[in-house]
């Protein structure tokens, strides 16, 4: 099953205004409010509207935790840009989600620098722990979905995570419970 299928069966809360199939549910927009202010903010201090893309498009995951078609459209007609720019864009950058995902997205570096240290009892611990059991698989309560990744840039601290967008290095088997009941 691909991580969008399971993004589908698992969509968490935040991501009940946008369908993941992009046609259902109306399109409640993002940049109202304080979020419209953050995004003016941003108008201020780049030299020009195309050049806020990509920090627009996180206020967008952060506020629904991915991003849709429709949210790619409304971030394109904010800064001026085609849809299609702004889908190209969202595409080539891993970081975005345009599914659904788990609210806790872990990535573990399991290249060979961090693999001879131990990556691999750490990644199968988590999948134990948050009862994934398979990679790439949300968890039945949604709450998490661990996938493995390439160098993290922290190849002397291993094992180092990813949790969202929140990094922790010095991951071992016996403190992935601790860490993941320290998830909110
Ligand atoms: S090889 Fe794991 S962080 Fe670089």
Same mark, same amino acid.
Request: one cysteine or more; glycine letters at 6%; a negative charge.
């Given at each position: 099953?691909?991580? #969008?299928?399971?993004?589908?069966?698992? #969509?968490?809360?935040?991501?009940?205004?946008?369908?993941?199939?992009?046609?259902?549910?109306?399109?409640?927009?993002?940049?109202?409010?304080?979020?419209?202010?953050?995004?003016?903010?941003?108008?201020?201090?780049?030299?020009?509207?195309?050049?806020?893309?990509? $920090?627009?498009?996180?206020?967008?995951?952060? =506020?629904?935790?991915?991003?849709?078609?429709? #949210?790619?459209?409304?971030?394109?007609?904010?800064?001026?840009?085609? $849809?299609?720019?702004?889908?190209?864009?969202?595409?080539?950058?891993?970081?975005?989600?345009?599914?659904?995902?788990?609210?806790?997205?872990?990535?573990?570096?399991?290249?060979?620098?961090?693999?001879?240290?131990? #990556?691999?009892?750490?990644?199968?611990?988590?999948?134990?722990?948050?009862?994934?059991?398979?990679?790439?698989?949300?968890?039945?309560?949604?709450?998490?979905?661990?996938? =493995?990744?390439?160098?993290?840039?922290?190849?002397?601290?291993?094992?180092?995570?990813?949790?969202? =967008?929140?990094?922790? =290095?010095?991951?071992?088997?016996?403190?992935?419970?601790?860490?993941?009941?320290?998830?909110?």
């Amino acid at each position: 099953m691909t991580q #969008a299928e399971m993004g589908e069966m698992h #969509a968490p809360a935040h991501a009940a205004h946008d369908s993941p199939h992009g046609h259902a549910d109306a399109h409640v927009p993002v940049f109202t409010g304080a979020r419209r202010k953050e995004l003016d903010e941003l108008f201020t201090r780049y030299p020009t509207k195309m050049a806020t893309l990509l $920090p627009a498009l996180w206020i967008v995951q952060e =506020e629904r935790g991915w991003v849709s078609s429709e #949210a790619m459209a409304e971030v394109a007609e904010l800064l001026e840009l085609t $849809p299609a720019y702004v889908k190209g864009v969202v595409s080539f950058y891993t970081m975005y989600h345009q599914h659904p995902v788990a609210k806790h997205f872990i990535q573990v570096c399991t290249t060979s620098p961090c693999n001879v240290c131990g #990556a691999e009892d750490v990644v199968n611990a988590l999948l134990r722990h948050t009862g994934c059991e398979e990679l790439g698989v949300t968890s039945p309560d949604g709450k998490y979905a661990v996938f =493995e990744v390439d160098c993290l840039g922290a190849c002397g601290c291993n094992t180092p995570l990813m949790v969202n =967008e929140k990094f922790i =290095e010095s991951v071992t088997p016996d403190t992935v419970p601790a860490l993941l009941a320290s998830l909110s």
